[in-house]
């Protein structure tokens, strides 16, 4: 099993700056790709970005592209989102998850384990 614990959620401005991090523990070695989504009320979880942990290399959803970032740090076995010039439309909660495998890593059907999700919310 996989453990994901989001943290660094709150309430901000139009924008601001939030990182968002997640804490990886258990049978890490298992997983291959970390990925984040994000659920606004009333809709679908939607794809933010992912990071592939043996290349490092990134991909992002249009909305978010040039303004989020994920980096992986091995030794504390943690990931991070970090979130530039938030808008209000980036309001939702925030999950952590972890795929053990490498095919359709854009669909939230490729992720196994889920952290419990940490709250966004951007004031216009």
């Known amino acids: 099993q996989v453990q994901l614990v989001e943290s660094g959620g709150g309430l901000v401005q139009a924008g601001a700056s939030l990182r968002l991090s997640c804490v990886v523990s258990g049978r890490t070695a298992s997983t291959y790709v970390m990925g984040w989504f994000r659920q606004a009320p009333g809709k679908d979880r939607e794809f933010v970005g992912f990071?592939?942990?043996?290349?490092?290399?990134?991909s992002y959803a249009d909305s978010v592209k040039g303004r989020f970032t994920i980096s992986i740090d091995t030794a504390r076995s943690a990931v991070y989102l970090q979130m530039n010039s938030l808008k209000p439309e980036d309001t939702a909660v925030y999950y952590c998850?972890?795929?053990?495998?490498?095919?359709?890593?854009?669909?939230?059907?490729?992720?196994?384990?889920w952290g419990q999700g940490t709250q966004v919310t951007v004031s216009s």
């Open positions: 998850a972890a795929s053990d495998v490498v095919l359709n890593i854009f669909s939230r059907n490729a992720y196994k384990y």
């Open positions: 990071i592939k942990k043996s290349s490092g290399t990134t």
